[in-house]
């Protein structure tokens, strides 16, 4: 793999993004419920020397009826499964709100951050479609604006939840009896449109104190959320020029929101096929097409070689067109098999933040002095 500076992510889903690719005889489809596929999975992207796997998921099943794999495992799990069985690479597990309670997630995300050492991250999702809302029978279907809105929220009660324990909260000082300082935790008091919360939470502040948050910007209402929320923001373009215009707006809106540019990173996703030439390459996403016809999609995306991929990251680099790029095979195993190892940043393993250069961020509850329980 190219040795380019970019932040390198691969979205890990299922036998690949191609609903038709479980069909190949290297996808591993009777094995993608099992625990080993995921362990093996993720090892392989940290051995290649990726930043970051991106693990999505949703409430709803897939479409396509028997044509393609239907279901899958929760995220949190898998990157909770296979945070002891990696060194270096972020887990950033998707985690839809529409339907859960922030309060979970807050805990759910700071847990994986204790159990991956700090590599912790949290792509925020919305259910969309009256399947999902029909499955929980709590609420109807909401606009794109609405669904949104009430990230947004969620986004604040959960980073305020990940506050409300002060660094140094925790005494466990035994011959004392003395566990934590009362007046390092914190009511966060929250009360909104969709939520109201009191908190603090269960969980201790995590070794990143604020896991990473990613938003995929998509539309105007989930770009609002991106811009006031992410650290990480996902975007796709048909073109690389396209691709540098949108970084260019994005930056252009954080500095409006008073968030300083360069502390948020912007991710081009970019679906990929790759083989030994460009002609096998073509040919095997024709024989996925023949299996499952997609609909017509204009995003920019890489089918052919491993080589022609380092270049293309190359020129990525070279224009700006992104801070860093997601790899979306369409065929997981294809391309893991395809690619080889990139050196990583850092010679020992370091925080998510770390390996974005981004600072660990202080409580917003902070005090100096505190009263021990």
Known sequence: MSKVTLFLGIETAGTGTHPASWRRADSRAEDLFSARYWTEVVSRAEELGFDAVFLPDSFGLQEGGAAVTRGRLDAVA?????????????????????HTEPFHVSK???????ASLGRAGWEVGVSIG?????????????????????????????TRLWDSWEDDAEIRDVPSGRFIDRDRLHYIDFAGENFSVKGPSI??????????????????????????RADLIRISA???ATAAER?????????????????????????????????????????????????????????GTATALDELLDEIARTDAADGVVLRPLALHATLAALTARPPAESTPGTLRDCLGLPRPASRYATTQGAAL
């Open 78 to 98: 898998i990157a909770a499964r296979t945070a002891p069985v990696t060194r270096r690479i972020g887990l950033i597990p998707q985690v839809p709100v529409t």
């Open 247 to 303: 970084r260019l707006a994005l930056r252009a809106a954080l500095a409006t929101a008073g968030r300083d540019p360069d502390t948020v990173h912007v991710l081009l996703d970019l679906p990929v096929h790759l083989a030994d030439s460009a002609e096998q390459a073509h040919a095997e996403v024709a024989e996925l097409d023949r299996w499952f016809a997609l609909a017509d999609d204009t995003t920019l995306r890489h089918v």
């Open 130 to 158: 009256a399947g999902q809302a029909k499955a929980f029978g709590r609420k109807g279907v909401q606009s794109d604006a609405h669904l949104w809105h009430e990230a947004d929220e969620a986004v604040e009660v959960v």
């Open 108 to 114: 759910a995300i700071a847990a994986l951050d204790f």
């Open 203 to 228: 969980t201790p502040r995590s070794p990143q104190g604020q896991p990473i948050v990613t938003v995929r910007a998509d539309d105007p209402a989930s770009i609002d959320v991106a811009v006031r």
């Open 238 to 240: 048909p073109d690389l």
